[in-house]
């Protein structure tokens, strides 16, 4: 006969809660980011529907992100404190030069399909104060190092919490 005291007399352990991601995880820019930086609009503010190039800055002073739009004129911010998640996101796309090149007959259509390029994206998803609404506003950034070091810098500067490549408000426990 049996016994199965072994299974029975085993000890169960709680289980750990991560508390901080291990280094080696996570990727850290080794510069933070630039004051200011080129970025494309690419919507998601209230009341501001076209895309447009321009540029971010951080402004510590006031606590908050703001776009400068072509003219170097104040088009909107974010404050810190508004920011409920911010994190990148990249969509391959066929540039144009695949999409002249499909035209071309059998040979460019197999060839078109393949000329891709990554477009990277910083995404901020929002509580507006002003309007008592939640949004998301994306900005497409030239390159994935310039993405990194800005959520991680914004990430820190907004007080948010790490989970991976993005970071989160957690919420508020009544």
Do not use: C
Not at 79 to 93: E, G, I, N, T
Not at 97 to 123: D, F, H, M, N, Q
Not at 135 to 149: D, I, R, T
């Amino acid at each position: 006969m049996l016994s199965f005291s072994v299974l029975t007399d085993a000890q169960l352990r709680p289980t750990e809660k991560k508390t901080e991601p291990k280094p080696e995880q996570t990727s850290m820019p080794k510069t933070p980011a630039p004051a200011s930086f080129q970025a494309k609009y690419e919507g998601g503010m209230f009341g501001f529907d076209k895309r447009e190039t321009g540029t971010l800055k951080f402004d510590d002073i006031n606590e908050r992100l703001v776009f400068f739009g072509k003219s170097q004129k104040e088009m909107f911010s974010i404050p810190y404190k508004s920011m409920l998640v911010v994190y990148p996101q990249s969509r391959s796309v066929r540039s144009t030069t695949g999409t002249v090149v499909s035209a071309i007959p059998l040979p460019g259509a197999i060839l078109g399909g393949l000329i891709r390029e990554k477009r990277r994206y910083l995404v901020i998803n929002y509580d507006d104060p002003d309007v008592n609404a939640k949004g998301v506003v994306n900005f497409k950034l030239s390159n994935k190092e310039l993405l990194s070091a800005v959520i991680d810098t914004l990430g820190k500067k907004a007080e948010l919490t790490q989970r991976g490549s993005a970071y989160y408000r957690p919420k508020e426990k009544s």
